[in-house]
Protein backbone atom coordinates (compact mmCIF):
# COMPACT_ATOMS: atom_id res chain seq x y z
CA UNK A 1 0.00 0.00 0.00
CA UNK A 2 1.13 3.55 -1.08
CA UNK A 3 1.08 6.08 1.40
CA UNK A 4 -0.79 9.66 0.31
CA UNK A 5 1.00 12.27 -0.75
CA UNK A 6 0.42 14.81 2.00
CA UNK A 7 2.43 17.27 0.22
CA UNK A 8 5.67 19.82 1.47
CA UNK A 9 6.05 22.59 4.30
CA UNK A 10 8.42 25.37 3.79
CA UNK A 11 10.26 27.03 6.94
CA UNK A 12 12.46 29.92 6.86
CA UNK A 13 14.06 30.56 10.17
CA UNK A 14 17.31 32.03 12.27
CA UNK A 15 20.08 30.04 12.09
CA UNK A 16 22.79 30.78 14.85
CA UNK A 17 25.57 30.13 12.38
CA UNK A 18 23.86 29.96 9.22
CA UNK A 19 22.07 33.17 9.09
CA UNK A 20 18.48 32.71 7.56
CA UNK A 21 17.90 29.06 6.14
CA UNK A 22 14.64 27.84 3.69
CA UNK A 23 14.15 24.48 4.41
CA UNK A 24 11.68 22.28 2.38
CA UNK A 25 10.42 19.13 4.14
CA UNK A 26 7.23 16.53 3.61
CA UNK A 27 4.34 17.75 5.93
CA UNK A 28 4.28 15.19 7.78
CA UNK A 29 8.35 16.03 9.09
CA UNK A 30 7.09 19.52 10.75
CA UNK A 31 4.79 20.33 13.25
CA UNK A 32 4.13 22.96 15.48
CA UNK A 33 4.12 21.55 19.58
CA UNK A 34 5.22 23.74 22.61
CA UNK A 35 6.02 27.71 21.44
CA UNK A 36 8.35 25.50 18.90
CA UNK A 37 8.79 24.37 15.15
CA UNK A 38 10.11 20.58 15.44
CA UNK A 39 11.51 19.38 11.89
CA UNK A 40 12.76 15.79 11.28
CA UNK A 41 15.91 16.17 10.28
CA UNK A 42 17.79 11.86 9.80
CA UNK A 43 16.99 9.01 10.86
CA UNK A 44 19.73 7.36 12.45
CA UNK A 45 21.23 4.27 11.67
CA UNK A 46 19.50 2.91 14.96
CA UNK A 47 16.09 3.61 13.51
CA UNK A 48 15.60 6.28 15.63
CA UNK A 49 14.36 9.75 14.53
CA UNK A 50 16.63 13.36 14.82
CA UNK A 51 13.79 16.12 15.20
CA UNK A 52 15.16 19.70 15.76
CA UNK A 53 13.10 22.02 17.39
CA UNK A 54 13.08 25.56 16.24
CA UNK A 55 12.24 28.20 19.01
CA UNK A 56 8.38 30.05 17.42
CA UNK A 57 10.71 33.41 17.30
CA UNK A 58 13.34 32.72 15.37
CA UNK A 59 10.96 31.23 12.45
CA UNK A 60 10.37 33.99 9.65
CA UNK A 61 7.32 32.12 8.29
CA UNK A 62 5.91 28.63 7.34
CA UNK A 63 4.27 27.46 4.03
CA UNK A 64 2.18 24.25 3.92
CA UNK A 65 -0.87 23.13 2.22
CA UNK A 66 -4.27 23.20 3.62
CA UNK A 67 -4.51 20.10 3.24
CA UNK A 68 -1.95 19.95 6.05
CA UNK A 69 -3.47 22.86 8.12
CA UNK A 70 -6.72 21.13 8.12
CA UNK A 71 -5.57 17.85 9.44
CA UNK A 72 -3.19 19.84 11.78
CA UNK A 73 -6.33 21.62 13.54
CA UNK A 74 -8.03 18.47 13.55
CA UNK A 75 -5.19 16.72 15.39
CA UNK A 76 -5.65 19.98 18.04
CA UNK A 77 -9.28 19.80 18.41
CA UNK A 78 -8.96 16.05 19.46
CA UNK A 79 -6.07 16.94 21.74
CA UNK A 80 -8.48 19.20 23.03
CA UNK A 81 -11.52 17.53 23.37
CA UNK A 82 -9.61 14.45 25.15
CA UNK A 83 -8.16 17.05 27.62
CA UNK A 84 -11.33 18.15 28.27
CA UNK A 85 -12.69 14.59 29.07
CA UNK A 86 -10.08 13.84 31.01
CA UNK A 87 -10.38 16.99 33.22
CA UNK A 88 -14.30 16.08 32.98
CA UNK A 89 -13.56 12.89 34.65
CA UNK A 90 -11.74 13.80 37.24
CA UNK A 91 -14.14 16.46 38.13
CA UNK A 92 -17.48 15.11 38.12
CA UNK A 93 -16.17 11.33 38.46
CA UNK A 94 -18.27 8.59 36.59
CA UNK A 95 -21.09 10.95 36.45
CA UNK A 96 -20.20 13.11 33.41
CA UNK A 97 -23.47 12.53 31.53
CA UNK A 98 -25.65 13.19 34.44
CA UNK A 99 -23.91 16.55 35.65
CA UNK A 100 -24.18 18.07 31.48
CA UNK A 101 -27.58 16.87 31.61
CA UNK A 102 -28.37 18.68 35.10
CA UNK A 103 -26.71 22.01 33.72
CA UNK A 104 -28.88 25.09 32.01
CA UNK A 105 -28.25 27.65 30.06
CA UNK A 106 -28.20 31.03 31.66
CA UNK A 107 -30.30 33.77 30.18
CA UNK A 108 -28.70 36.98 30.02
CA UNK A 109 -30.85 40.23 29.14
CA UNK A 110 -28.36 43.04 27.84
CA UNK A 111 -30.38 46.30 27.07
CA UNK A 112 -27.71 48.44 25.26
CA UNK A 113 -29.79 51.48 25.72
CA UNK A 114 -29.24 51.95 29.05
CA UNK A 115 -26.42 53.66 30.36
CA UNK A 116 -24.75 52.38 33.25
CA UNK A 117 -24.57 55.22 35.61
Known sequence: ??????????????????????????NEHIAYFQDHWLIRQDEEESGADTVRRIPKER?????????????ELGTLRNQVESLADDLRSKVFGGEREERRDESKPIEIDVDSDEDES
Request: proline share 3%; charged share 35%.
Open 59 to 71: VHYVDRNVEAFED
Open 1 to 26: MEDADLGMATIVYDHPSEGVVERTVE
